[in-house]
């Protein structure tokens, strides 16, 4: 069964912190994805990562930063988190048909 | 103006009726994707489908490429159909990058 593990599901951080979102699959997929989720904006692309250390810039890059060390785990970074990066996450894997997972839903104070 | 447009934006059914949803875009695309989404909830794909018409279960895709445009057909709904269906298209080739609609919005009551 195709799987899209996201950790942690809630986080609560106060303005100015950092804050690590992880993402795994375990279907080798080649190319991974990071999503968020705002009401009236719907999902808007963050990054796409096509394999270890391939990462490209999605539609809405500024104040994230991407790692991808292993084809199997993809990591979204928000360094100094900022109160308008309150959202829910979403990360993806493909072939070609995109698989989500759970979701975090972050808030910033 | 926006790629990809859905419509209804909302939709109100008595459980058993039928539901046609529309996803009109307006440009080339290199492939299609329906999901659906229950409130705070994650994505569930429901179709991968770049041309023609395709079946699971009660729902039914069919995209026509030359007139830009993807439905989605929900028959005989059930109030487990209640929640939003979103489509995304990938107009880049081989990009993987999607753009989504904002979604119907379906609630099917009793």
């Known amino acids: 069964d195709m799987k899209v593990t996201q950790m942690p599901r809630y986080l609560i951080k106060r303005m100015g912190e950092n804050v690590l979102l992880e993402c795994g699959q375990d279907?080798?997929?080649?190319?991974m994805y990071w999503y968020r989720q705002d009401p009236g904006l719907g999902l808007q692309l963050i990054y796409i990562?096509?394999?270890?250390?391939?990462?490209s810039e999605g539609d809405i890059p500024k104040g994230y930063r991407v790692s991808r060390k292993k084809r199997e785990h993809f990591s979204l970074i928000l360094d100094s988190a900022k109160t308008n990066q309150t959202s829910v996450y979403f990360c993806?894997?493909?072939?070609?048909?995109?698989?989500f997972g759970p979701g975090t839903r972050l808030t910033v104070l | 103006g926006q790629q990809v447009q859905q419509s209804p934006a909302s939709l109100v059914l008595q459980e058993g009726e039928n539901a046609e949803l529309q996803c009109n875009f307006s440009?080339?695309?290199?492939?299609m994707q329906w999901f659906y989404q229950r409130p705070g909830g994650s994505l569930v794909s429901l179709f991968y489908?770049?041309?023609g018409t395709k079946h699971s279960g009660r729902l039914t895709s069919t995209t026509v490429i030359k007139e830009r445009r993807s439905s989605l057909h929900i028959s005989s709904s059930q109030t487990t159909d209640s929640g939003t269906y979103l489509c995304a298209l990938e107009t880049g080739a081989n990009t993987g990058k999607l753009t989504f609609g904002h979604g119907t919005i379906l609630r099917v009551h009793p």
């Open positions: 279907m080798s997929h080649e190319t």
């Open positions: 993806a894997s493909s072939p070609y048909e995109q698989y």
């Open positions: 440009t080339s695309l290199n492939s």
């Open positions: 489908n770049p041309s």
């Open positions: 990562s096509y394999d270890v250390d391939s990462n």
